[in-house]
């Protein structure tokens, strides 16, 4: 389902260009459970962006389900990340402006289409999976950081999209909190049948994985 | 679109003070354009009235008269000297299509208003008038009489009621509608006899005023025959009739239009300065608003919003802060307008301006145009740097670089 030929990110900096992803050829089946493993500045996030839809490739192509994404247009890429991805991010990524229900709601509400008592019963629905029921008029400044990232996964998956892309979603999580989260994003790959790809440093996630994707100076190590 | 537009009020919310400092920078710039467009569209139309409803193009008046430049066009000031009512009559003089004959007489302890003001009691003909009548705005429905009057705008007394002058009864027959002319504001017309009745009450320094004789007049209101110059009139009158003089209603106005064209082009320059700076502001306080905001943008992007909705909640918080300082701004130059009202017509007409305001709807005109203006403005400010922002990949935005 997802296929990755010869992409390649080049940033350009003051001191020349820098290859964060220097030739990569990937395929990832329909399903799967992929775990992205390497060094720190190695170019994992470089290349989960360009699956993802955030960031557009200097070279190469991104095939999801035979579209190449970034052969598509402005408007019809953003819908390919509100429909298709279910992204993850390492850091706070809520509204701060919106209550959780909205901020889980929001993605649907973007694409349109749904009617808005529909989508948000499904926000109250994900939150209380995610066990944010009792939080679903609070602020995100007002949870953990551990629920804001349940609640983020909850967003993630409003739109049921195919494929969720985890960049280092528990880094900055203590350990406990860091197994129930990767145990819901797994869930939700076996239950759901949604691919997912996690970055991740943490070697005994990566082992649980059914494909391990090792990279070193953004290319894949066999 | 609710949804941006809450995310948008919501983003507005959050810094209060930015804002609301916005809102007010917003609403003076365009509080000073919607009052001083008021002004000068209520200055131009006021002109334009003056020239058109009063109608005379020149004023004949004896030679000694005084003449107020103010009103010189519009109404015979009163006088002592007098002029004889048939003397356009008798001269037949081609470049001249109407002269109106009218007597003015200044009295005091009339019985009309308290006891120490002064009336302007203003006879003129009714066959031959074309400056007192165009502007009745009510009147009973019938032709008027001997002993009817006719009051201007700025005196109040019910049509059809009893008016006593020097204890005589009168009938108010009709009111005029606000000229902005002294002399039509106040006065009290009426037909030559009915005025004429009243010479015996009336008591000068010596005797009745000598205008209050049958057949003398205070002065001519002179509408000139289709196509003839001023000019040439000018000197058609004066070497026809002999002790007047000829006020051109051109020549005094053109003066006071030249200095008020001047200082409206004045002004226009200042708000189109004053719209302008706003509008850079606007414009570096978004950039300044995106660039702060460029994570949540790039997550916005992330999760599936497209350009126009990224552009579209930036552009939507924009036109409703100046947009709202559009509608503050145009209630503060309604609240100035009305606090300092009576000094600047005051003010106005001292400088020669015959002063009234705008029509209500026209005022509704300017001050939404002013809204929308103010409206426009932040939409243009944040459209360019949200257009620029929702450019960029998501994954820039979020990273914060740019
Ligand atoms: N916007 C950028 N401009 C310049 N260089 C960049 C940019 N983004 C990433 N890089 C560089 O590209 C390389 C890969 O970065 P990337 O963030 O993809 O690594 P990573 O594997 O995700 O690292 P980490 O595990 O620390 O998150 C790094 O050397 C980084 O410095
Ligand atoms: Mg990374």
Redesign the pocket.
Known sequence: MLSCRGLR?D???ERGE?A??AGIDLEIAAGRYAAII??????????MAMIGGLSRPSQGQVTVDGIDIWGLSENALAAFRNKRIGYVF?FASLLPTLRLVDNVALPAMLGGGARSSVTYARAATLLGQMGLGDHLDAYPSEVSAGEQRRAVIARALINEPALILA??PTSDLDEQTEIEIMDELMAVNRERGTTLIL?T?NLALAEQAEQIVH?AH?TIVP | MRLLASLALQNLGRRKARSLLLIIAVAVASGVVFTGATLMRSIDSSMAVGFTRLGADMMVVPEGALTNITAALLTVEPTDLVLDQDLFARAGIASVSRAAPQKIARVEHSGIGSHHDSVDLIGFDPALDFTVRPWLVERINRDMRPGDVILGAGRDAALGSELLIFGKPHTVYGRLGRTGVGTHERGVFMSFATLEALAGSVHGPNGPPAVLQKGKVSGFLVELAPGAAPLQARFAILSTLKGVKVVTGDSTMSGIRQGLAALLNGILALMVLMFASTALMVSVLFSAIVTERRGELGLLKAIGARRGQIVGMMVIEAVIATGAGGVLGVALGVLVMRLYERSLVYYLENIGVPFVWLDGPRIVIVAAAAIVMASIIGALGSLYPAWRASRRDPY?LV?G?G
């Open positions: 990110k940033y350009v900096t820098v964060a992803v390497g060094r720190s500045g190695s170019g994992k996030s470089s290349l390492q960049d280092e970055v440093h990279i953004g | 820039d990273r670089e």
